[in-house]
């Protein structure tokens, strides 16, 4: 099901090939900056740069060194002649892998970026179409007062609007190439060579570094990945939720021919929202992760390598997959509009106690007692399933000071929605 919402251009980025391809991007970058300061003879450049590498002779090389970086530079020397001796000149294996993960983690981001310019897009369209349709608000999953449906995927857009500004800082901090040697003293390939080669490559050097990247940059990155499922999943825990039986307000797509049992032909499961909820707890799994590699031995160890395998890929594809599919429930969201209607009347007017209360309030009775008086009718409209405004126009404690004129102008759902123009204003969404 992944292949279905996820874009190619993900699992490209964490192909082997890409990889590799990186990998010997880094190191002709390098030998090109060696050659501007005369340790590598200027005619050796162009045979380098038609190095090539051979997967399957790295994997018998492999067998041997059990190393995959020799493998790689042991094929790579093969395709060439004498000038083999100046790749890696130099350089320390994780020279050549943190930067080349750098440009990975790059190319990953900017396509998760264009995945949140989508959601936010497709939220933005269905927040201003339903701006004005009104639906009850809840708190502790219990009624509160209305809302519009567009108030609450409003705030969806500009939490979206927060996690693309994250994920943007989060490309900025991994953005940075680590050319400097074995332990980051630059021993055996000077700063300026450094700087060279991370400018072709378009990032770039680390200000300092050890053998390694620091790692808190991966894990900056990788909690940006886990906030953002984070956002999502409060968002189809909302349609999931709304989707209840007994609520059924919102419904994420049910195509022709799907079915949601194999024993009750009836069901219509919210699986694609609960599918999203369950992979969001997979990234901020890797989070963790993440946030346990930034401390190593000294200079470095490697700890971090062997998950950074596993999390980095996985946490990029799946959020891929996670913000895809979201896009896709919400675009073709089914709304009843009617059925929100219907639950706001489930409580008889309850919503309306706080209108009431500040009535009292503003005909001069304290607080204690204005909320006594409205508690005391709320509960035996609650508890007898009665309507609350005939209790209140009936009951002589309350009349006194509110003719039933002035509460049958109370009970007006417009009273809460005469604001709702000024917030989508202030967000910009017309």
């Known amino acids: ?94 020279d050549v892998m943190d930067t080349a993960l750098s440009l990975q983690l790059m190319e990953a981001a900017n396509i998760l970026a264009e995945d949140v310019a989508g959601l936010i897009a497709t939220l933005r369209e269905k927040a201003i179409e339903h701006k004005s349709t009104i639906m009850m608000g809840r708190t502790h999953g219990v009624h509160a007062e209305p809302t ?43 700063p300026e060579v450094e700087e060279s080669a991370c400018a072709e490559l378009g990032i770039i050097p680390a200000p300092i570094s050890s053998q390694i990247l ?13 906030i953002i499922a984070s956002s999502v999943e409060k968002f189809a825990t909302e349609i999931r939720s709304l989707q209840r039986s007994e609520i059924m307000e919102v419904e994420e797509p049910f195509e022709a021919g799907q079915t949601g049992s194999s024993a009750m032909p009836h069901k219509r499961n919210p699986e694609l929202c609960e599918r999203i909820c369950g992979l969001s707890r997979l990234i901020r799994g890797h989070a963790l992760t993440s946030l346990e590699n930034i401390a190593l031995w000294h200079e470095r160890d490697i700890s971090h390598s062997s998950t950074e395998r596993i999390i980095l890929p996985d946490s990029c594809l799946v959020l891929d997959y996670i913000l895809s599919l979201f896009t896709y429930i919400m675009a073709k969201l089914q709304i009843y509009p009617e059925r929100m209607k219907e639950n706001l009347e489930i409580t008889k007017g309850l919503i309306f106690s706080q209108r009431a209360l500040l009535a009292l309030i503003n005909k001069g009775l304290s607080r204690e007692v204005a909320y006594e008086l409205i508690q005391r009718n709320a509960m ?20 006194k000071h509110l003719p039933k004129s002035e509460l049958e102008g109370l009970f007006d759902y417009g009273y809460f929605l005469r604001h709702v123009d000024a917030i989508f204003e202030r967000l910009g969404l017309g």
């Open 148 to 190: 519009t449906l567009g108030l609450k995927l409003a705030l969806w857009v500009e939490e979206m609007n927060r996690n693309s500004h994250r994920l943007a800082e989060a490309k900025k901090v991994i953005s940075v190439g680590k050319i400097s040697g074995a332990v980051g003293t630059h021993a055996t390939i000077p």
């Open 380 to 399: 035996k409209a609650w508890g007898e399933r009665v309507s609350f405004f005939d209790l209140l126009s009936g009951d002589p404690d309350v009349v």
């Open 1 to 94: 099901m992944i292949e279905r919402y996820s874009r190619p251009q993900m699992k490209k980025v964490w192909s082997e090939q890409n990889k590799f391809d990186k990998w010997l991007q880094v190191e002709i970058a390098v030998c090109r900056a060696w050659a501007k300061y005369g340790a590598i003879p200027g005619e050796a450049i162009p045979k380098i740069e038609k190095a090539r590498y051979d997967p399957k002779r790295m994997e018998e090389i492999l067998k041997v060194t059990h190393h995959d970086m020799t493998a790689f530079l042991g094929s790579v020397g093969e395709s060439l002649d004498a000038e083999s001796r100046f790749v890696h000149l130099g350089l320390t294996s994780s």
């Open 214 to 226: 620091q790692r808190d940059r991966h894990a900056q990155f990788v909690t940006t990945l886990a």
